[in-house]
T-cell receptor
């Protein structure tokens, strides 16, 4: 699969588990994003990395921890999650973020269920 | 903070009819307005976008109009087909957001054959 890939596609975890979501972009972009998509809510921006540096943290609880080891990879580390964290987690990438107005390419998402 | 309102939340039309989805934004300095389509179980994909120096843009059956004075923009789909059924999201790029899009809540469009 080309573009933006995410693994796993589905994840079920207990509240005491630790897991990680992975995102990889094959587009040569320099910005990557994590979004949370819940039912009947807008896409919620969680984190933004630009040139591997975190530039946005939208008041996300510390049980979510992002990591961007290079411009092509983005991780979201999860620990001690709550049932309300169940959602679709989407990764996206774009080019020239600060220039504004460039398409964000989304990955297929990870459907997370916290039991 | 910046806000994007999207209406309606659900829209049902007969095949062949037109569909219109409207969004309003709060930051008058916003300069980029994309529309994304998300089919069931799939990722959001850009279908059309417009910049603040343009009032209208068209791509086959899809068009977007922008009214900067009123701070609203609309998606128009003509001759709708069943495969147009999806959730559509509008978004705006406020100048002060440093490149971060603000999304509307989405509109679920159902096209009945």
């Amino acid at each position: 699969e080309t573009g933006v890939t995410q693994t796993p596609r589905h994840l079920v975890m207990g509240m005491t588990n630790k897991k990680s979501l992975k995102c990889e972009q094959h587009l040569g972009h320099n910005a990557m994003y994590w979004y949370k998509q819940s039912a009947k809510k807008p896409l919620e921006l969680m984190f933004v990395y630009s040139l591997e540096e975190r530039v946005e943290n939208n008041s996300v609880p510390s049980r979510f921890s992002p990591e961007c080891p290079n411009s092509s990879h983005l991780f979201l580390h999860l620990h001690t999650l709550q049932p309300e964290d169940s959602a679709l987690y989407l990764c996206a990438s774009s080019q020239e973020r600060l220039a504004g107005g460039y398409e964000q390419y989304f990955g297929p998402g990870t459907r997370l269920t916290v039991t | 903070g910046e806000n994007v309102e999207q209406h309606p939340s659900t829209l049902s039309v007969q095949e062949g009819d037109s569909a219109v989805i409207k969004c309003t934004y709060s930051d008058s300095a916003s300069n980029y307005f994309p529309w994304y389509k998300q089919e069931l179980g799939k990722r959001p994909q850009l279908i059309i976008d417009i910049r603040s120096n343009v009032g209208e843009k068209k791509d086959q059956r899809i068009a977007v109009t922008l009214n900067k004075t009123a701070k609203h923009f609309s998606l128009h789909i003509t001759e709708t087909q069943p495969e147009d059924s999806a959730v559509y999201f509008c978004a705006a790029l406020p100048i002060r957001s440093q490149g971060n899009l603000i999304f509307g809540k989405g509109t679920k469009l159902s096209v009945k054959p």
